[in-house]
């Protein structure tokens, strides 16, 4: 029997996700920013998210054999606290971005549309849901079949795509260009994330990059 997973079920279980999360993204998370706002907005989105990607994590290395996962379900969970890298990365990308704002606004300024709800989604929410089901599983598999370069090639354009039913859904349109920005930067990051799994093989660097890129972006950006 393979030890690894099969590139089919690899792609449908790609494709499935990105459908169900289009879906979702249609038929709940829409109607919700048109109805709700404030923190029942915030709370219906959050849980939305947590439901949809944090139960499809949950299912799938459920489903999988351990024979076909890099790192275990428990190991990946572990805090890697010696994991030096993790730390430079991280406060790489906090002066990087905190650099970035300043030049672009002459200053460092909260922006007008944040609000604290926003605490939730992009600080606690996101960074913990992506990084559960496209490093702790996506990922994971891959790299049974994979070198890590193809691997994480592989999964940051997958992690990228799962963006889209976003950008498709928000009022008003993006312009071609920032979409083309976006999926650029969301393929970087979703490279940078997947070495540090890797590398440090745990969850929890990727987590705390990832969540203090989504926050100082909303916040300053």
Known sequence: MSRTIS???FTFQVIGFWLIWLIVQVGVNSPIEHHLNGWPEELALDAAKLIVWVGAAAWLLHQARPEELAIGRREQWRPNWHFTTGYIIWAAIVVYLLVEFWVVHHGLRISPSFTPEYWGRYFL?????????????????????????????????????????????????????????????????????????????????????????????????
């Open 7 to 9: 590139t089919r079920r």
């Open 125 to 221: 929410v996101v960074g913990v849901a992506e990084e559960f089901l496209f490093r702790g599983y996506f990922f994971n598999v891959l790299l049974k079949k994979f070198s890590l370069t193809q691997a994480n090639l592989i999964q940051a354009l997958a992690f990228a795509s799962l963006h889209i039913p976003r950008y498709l859904t928000t009022v008003p349109a993006m312009s071609p260009m920032t979409w083309v920005g976006n999926l650029i930067t969301v393929t970087a990051l979703g490279a940078l994330f997947g070495w540090l799994y890797a590398k440090s093989r745990s969850l929890w660097p990727g987590i705390i990059v990832h969540m203090t890129w989504d926050i100082l972006v909303t916040l300053f950006a």
